[in-house]
T-cell receptor, first 111, second 113 residues
Framework: GENVEQHPSTLSVQEGDSAVIKCTYS??????FPWYKQELGKRPQLIID?????GEKKDQRIAVTLNKTAKHFSLHITETQPEDSAVYFC??????????FGGGTRLMVKP | NAGVTQTPKFRVLKTGQSMTLLCAQD?????MYWYRQDPGMGLRLIHY???????AKGEVPDGYNVSRLKKQNFLLGLESAAPSQTSVYFC????????????FGPGTRLTVT
């Protein structure tokens, strides 16, 4: 089945710096790659997603890139702010068209 | 719209006890899911449903049962709780399957002693 690896598990940056989180997937048939943000004690919420027919997608300060050949995708956050502090999860759809999630990255933005 | 709601929010069980977690959604979504969240392991799919009256096994189904008698409700049952089932449980729903946004409930924190 699908396996999604996410790195790093924790990331600490200064406010205003950029943050990059990387994920790899195993199933070459995967074609949908969402990113969810989970603030402390809250529910996960979708922040951006990308489909396999595009290589990059941007939404204000966040962007996602996809390399289908290498089977990896990344989340980029620019000009980080304290409210970006959260756990971020990547995911990929699997053969059963369900989502397989990565292990999560705890991002801490220091003011 | 309330979105996705879950009851209860917290529960402590003794080993061997049973309980049912209730998930409800008011978005008319066909797909519903139960996940468990453990530190460092992300969200793992327990069971899911592709419509009223249907259920299917996910990645970690052992020790759990589910039912979807009504489109808006998805129940997760633990027949004989074990300490390994201590976790945070999230329900989610979506209009389509794996290529669509999933809306999560607030979670249920379960401790089995």
């Amino acid at each position: 089945g699908e396996n999604v690896e996410q790195h790093p598990s924790t990331l600490s940056v200064q406010e205003g710096d950029s943050a990059v989180i990387k994920c790899t997937y195993s199933d070459s048939a995967s074609n949908y790659f969402p990113w969810y943000k989970q603030e402390l004690g809250k529910r996960p919420q979708l922040i951006i997603d990308i489909r396999s027919n595009v290589g990059e997608k941007k939404d204000q300060r966040i962007a996602v890139t996809l390399n289908k050949t290498a089977k990896h995708f990344s989340l980029h956050i620019t000009e980080t702010q304290p409210e970006d502090s959260a756990v971020y999860f990547c995911a990929a759809n699997n053969a059963g068209n369900m989502l397989t999630f990565g292990g999560g990255t705890r991002l801490m933005v220091k003011p | 719209n309330a979105g996705v709601t879950q009851t209860p929010k917290f529960r402590v069980l003794k080993t061997g006890q049973s309980m049912t977690l209730l998930c409800a959604q008011d978005m008319n979504h066909e797909y519903m899911y139960w996940y468990r969240q453990d530190p460092g392991m992300g969200l793992r799919l327990i069971h899911y449903s592709v419509g009223e009256g249907t259920t299917a096994k996910g990645e970690v189904p052992d020790g759990y049962n589910v039912s979807r008698l009504k489109k808006q409700n998805f129940l997760l049952g633990l027949e004989s709780a074990a300490p390994s089932q201590t976790s945070v449980y999230f329900c989610a729903s979506s209009f389509l399957a794996g290529g669509d946004e999933q809306y999560f409930g607030p979670g249920t924190r379960l401790t089995v002693t």
